[in-house]
């Protein structure tokens, strides 16, 4: 018990660690360096932004999340196709749909007509 106690402690401290060394780590590289100063007007500023264009706004915008609901849609559907499903609108009517077994009639369980009529639900005997 108490081994088992020591091995779950050391396995939460050593992910805290490893997860501290990441954040640590990481930091270096979001730091930013101080703007020069530009030549001319002698004011210190980064590089001015550089102009987006509206066709590039739009596919980054509209195209990349467009893309990846149609991915995800295809992978969805993708195996159902290759099993040969229908996928219509009109596949998806309960009449359709095999829950129980095939189905012969509408009165498919008929009641019993007898004492040892084995027609029905469910029954016991005690």
Known sequence: MTSTAVRRLIAVCSLVGVSALLVVAGAGSASADTPEPRP?????SWEPKPDIDVLNAWLYLGGVPLLVFVVITLLFVAPALARGED??????????????????AAGELAAPDSEDSKAGGAGGSW
């Open 87 to 104: 996928l219509s609108l009109d596949a998806l009517e309960p009449e359709n749909q095999w829950l129980g077994g095939p189905r012969k």
């Open 40 to 44: 001319g007007n002698g004011a210190a």
